[in-house]
Nanobody, 115 residues
């Protein structure tokens, strides 16, 4: 059983910053590529950033240059530094394995960007 616990979300004004964290615990075969996903109301969940075990990163065009994904392998923790936030970044943010998510998802952390 894998547990994913996301934290760090909140309400922020446009142009502000947030730093999300995700701790992975439980039985997994290996801590490989991880991704941050988000889901806005009425939309499908989509991946916004991913990072390999070696630190290689990928970003969706919508967040490129504003978001930075990182990880601490020994702590099984993945981070998402979000800068220059926009109202369209408002969503519930999750982390999970990428491209094949673990069998379960965490509760997510809500990010709301509004003035």
């Amino acid at each position: 059983q894998v547990q994913l616990v996301e934290s760090g979300g909140g309400l922020v004004q446009p142009g502000g910053s947030l730093n999300l964290s995700c701790v992975v615990s439980g039985s997994i075969s290996s801590f490989n590529t991880m991704g941050w996903y988000r889901q806005a109301p009425g939309s499908q969940r989509g991946m916004v950033a991913s990072i390999t075990s070696g630190g290689g990163t990928y970003y969706a065009n919508s967040v490129k240059g504003r978001f930075t994904i990182s990880r601490h392998n020994a702590k099984r923790t993945v981070y998402l530094q979000m800068n220059s936030l926009k109202p369209e970044d408002t969503a519930l943010y999750y982390c999970n394995s990428f491209p094949r998510p673990f069998g379960s998802w965490g509760q997510g952390t809500q990010v709301t960007v509004s003035s």
